[in-house]
């Protein structure tokens, strides 16, 4: 339990550091976002050895993970257009979370976000952070803990509609991973298409 316990609280002093307004002007968000990816997948592998056991490629996968991915991609659509009617701050704060990119290679941000951001996530929190939770307080507990955890991360940036996004995301994937752990490589692929799809290729 350590263990865990000291994963998620380095979880929140990264997010904390990149996120939060006092320090984020100080570090370059795709570096700072980039190593601590890089480092909540190796604490995974250390503390949850044989992790990668769980992600068995198939062509089903794919499929799955692609239609998941554009799924996500239409609740969060519909979600801004919904926000902004009923919201002033709604936009703004989306507005905001777009900035992070500015001045950053599209090429870039889809690499990092395909092959390391969104495969790491998901192999830290859905992997190791639900599943430590889910054997520990069973199933159905893990999963709300993991979720609640998942938004609370994105609490440093002030920016309400972040902190509604990693929610909804987080309860689509950690249901996904809940109801069929057998098919995390397509969790993982949904994760990674969704970043750089909603971020980059088709923002809303």
């Known amino acids: 339990m350590k263990k865990l316990v000291f994963s998620i609280v380095l979880a929140f002093v990264l997010w904390t550091v990149m996120f939060s307004p006092w320090t984020a002007p100080h570090v370059n968000f ?4 980039s190593c601590s990816a890089a480092a ?10 044989g992790w990668w056991r769980q992600v068995r490629w198939s062509f089903k996968d794919v499929v799955i993970g692609v239609g998941l991915a554009a799924f996500l991609w239409g609740v969060f659509w519909t979600g801004d257009k919904v926000s902004a009617w009923l919201f002033d701050f709604a936009r703004p704060q989306v507005d905001a979370i777009y900035g992070i990119r500015d001045g ?33 307080l069973g199933k159905n507990r893990g999963l709300v803990v993991a979720v609640i955890l998942y938004a609370l991360v994105h609490v440093a940036s002030f920016n309400f509609m972040l902190v509604m996004a990693a929610f909804v995301a987080g309860v689509v994937w950690g249901l996904m991973y809940r109801l069929f752990p057998e098919r995390f490589a397509a969790i993982i692929i949904s994760h990674a298409l969704w970043d750089a799809a ?3 290729w088709f923002p809303i």
Do not use: K
């Open 104 to 136: 950053a290679s599209p090429w870039l941000l889809s690499v990092l976000m395909l092959f390391l951001i969104g495969p790491a996530e998901e192999i830290f929190w859905r992997g190791y952070v639900q599943g430590s939770l889910s054997s520990r």
């Open 40 to 49: 909540l997948c190796i604490v995974s592998s250390l503390f949850n050895p």
């Open 198 to 200: 909603v971020f980059v």
């Open 30 to 33: 795709w570096v700072a976002m």
